[in-house]
């Protein structure tokens, strides 16, 4: 058993490390000595660099963040042991650790994933959690070792998965979630009351990185699944797909929809009525309730179709 509050430096990126690192700068249980991010990236039409969202928060909060190209890197890693953190937490950060630096805190590297492993091991536990239509996920915090999210387990938390969220609704929840617990689940490993446990064999499944192509849509499929493509891609890559409409074709975001039962149509046959406008799909149809037209901002969907008489959809 550890003595003393431990010294904790912070790896984090998405929206699901702020609540984490809320936690932390102010916990009675432990001492954050640094916290790492991902280096500012492009976003918006201009194309400004902008903090990740835990870089954003800590920046706020007065604090400046370490930005490595590669945490694995020989100036970072030496950084690292001048700082000589007793645990390493890495949450929703995106990159690789390799062996070098998982050696590197006195204690441990502890992890929050964003599933319930060893379900959803990977990059996008939370889009494919809502994608395959579960009807839970929770947050795995575990031991870190040199596989991808196989380390042995400390706690699962829970939670259920409502069935209007999105996917930062379910991200927003999982870091409330997690931020409750860090603290608990730090101080019962620091004092050896909690010991990690190896994960089962069964139940094993990846989420791999989401691309931009992922976004588009069969409509062949059912309208559920293609409800929860809407769901889990939202707001990146978002569900896409191109109509035929004015006499060009335009490139359609779809940011929320329901499903329409009881329509028997052939897939992708634009049904507008009731002042909706729908698509069907390989069973029922998928109503566009909001959409993103290509070169202008989002809208509801049954505005768009109002101001077009001959709309037929292009498969991509």
């Known amino acids: 058993m550890a003595v003393g509050k431990p010294k904790i430096y912070f790896l984090g990126s998405?929206?699901?490390?702020?609540?984490?690192?809320?936690?932390?700068?102010?916990?009675?249980?432990?001492?954050?000595?640094?916290?790492?991010?991902?280096?500012?990236?492009?976003?918006?039409?201009?194309?400004?660099?902008?903090?990740?969202?835990?870089?954003?928060?800590?920046?706020?909060?007065?604090?400046?963040?370490?930005?490595?190209?590669?945490?694995?890197?020989?100036?970072?890693?030496?950084?690292?042991?001048?700082?000589?953190?007793?645990?390493?937490?890495?949450?929703?950060?995106?990159?690789?650790?390799?062996?070098?630096i998982l050696s590197l805190p006195s204690f441990a590297c502890l992890n929050a994933h964003a599933s319930i492993l060893p379900a959803y091991r990977g990059a996008s536990p939370i889009q494919a959690a809502i994608l395959n239509g579960e009807n839970k996920s929770g947050v795995t915090f575990m031991r870190m070792n040199r596989g991808l999210d196989t380390g042995p387990a400390i706690k699962v938390y829970e939670l259920e998965i409502r069935d209007e969220w999105k996917s930062p609704d379910l991200e927003r929840e999982l870091g409330i979630l997690a931020a409750r617990h860090v603290e608990e689940v730090i101080s019962g490993v620091w004092n050896g009351k909690f010991l990690p446990v190896s994960q089962p064999d069964s139940g094993v499944s990846y989420a791999k990185k989401i691309k931009k192509e992922d976004g588009r849509l069969d409509w062949s499929l059912e309208a559920p699944a293609l409800h929860s493509r809407v769901r889990a891609y939202y707001p990146w890559p978002c569900a896409s797909f191109e109509i035929g409409a004015g006499g060009k074709k335009i490139h359609i975001k779809i940011t929320d929809s329901t499903v329409m039962e009881g329509v028997d149509a052939t897939p992708g046959t634009v049904i507008a009525e009731n002042a909706r406008f729908a698509v069907a799909c390989?069973?029922?149809?998928?109503?566009?309730?909001?959409?993103?037209?290509?070169?202008?901002?989002?809208?509801?969907?049954?505005?768009?179709?109002?101001?077009?008489h001959d709309v037929k959809i292009k498969t991509i």
């Open 14 to 100: 998405g929206h699901l490390a702020v609540p984490i690192l809320e936690r932390l700068v102010k916990s009675d249980v432990a001492v954050l000595s640094g916290f790492g991010t991902q280096q500012d990236r492009a976003a918006g039409r201009g194309k400004k660099l902008s903090p990740t969202p835990a870089g954003f928060f800590m920046e706020n909060l007065g604090f400046k963040p370490d930005k490595p190209e590669s945490v694995n890197s020989a100036d970072f890693l030496g950084k690292l042991r001048c700082i000589s953190p007793d645990i390493l937490f890495v949450a929703s950060f995106g990159q690789i650790l390799k062996d070098e």
């Open 282 to 308: 390989g069973k029922g149809a998928l109503v566009l309730e909001k959409i993103i037209p290509q070169g202008r901002k989002e809208m509801m969907g049954s505005d768009f179709i109002r101001g077009f």
